[in-house]
């Protein structure tokens, strides 16, 4: 059984108030080896998302849906990784943060849950302006740097402007986690591997 945790305990994440945005991604260009092995269940769960990754959403204004946590839905994330997943319920909203966990304990994807968060210098309803671009930026390069002390990245390209997954395990955590800058906008998304949480990612963005 993988065990995880929330994505928040898995970025490292120095929060800058009201509103960035988090995912658990899962896609097929996240890593090879026994990731790369989900077999024919993860190559459909790509194709899903494989518009998504080459498309740039127009999001000329900052807004986050009130129906976040149901982007995806328990149909979507139980296809990505292949047993039958709960609707993902919100865990955690404030200070510009909202946390969704598909549950399903002692399964063996024991966790899927994604994050967004939205800068303090973001304000809803607004076209970003260069020091809300620029602050969301600058975060999301500092929880990039975090996660390069705890292991090797893996760059994702055709994913927002920049995207990466980092793996967990460290006898608590187990599985891996996917970062996604987009504008103002800056999701996560964890499940147990990099090529699921890609896809998952890649199936999230262009909803909101």
Known sequence: MIAMTNTRLL??????????ALVVLGGAGCGGGSQGASGAKAASATSMGASAQGASPGRSKVMVPSNFCSLLSASD??????????APQMSSSGGGEIDCDSNAPGANVGLVSYSIFVDHLCFKGDTPSADCLSDTSQTFAVDKQEDQKHGPL???????????CATKNNGVTQG???NVLQGWLHISVFSDTCAHSQTLASMLLPRI
């Open 11 to 20: 970025r490292h994440w120095p929060l800058v108030a009201p509103l960035v």
């Open 77 to 86: 994330i139980s296809q990505v990784v292949g047993q039958s997943m709960p």
């Open 154 to 164: 893996q760059p994702i390209s055709g994913l927002g402007e920049q995207a990466y």
């Open 176 to 178: 891996a986690v996917v």
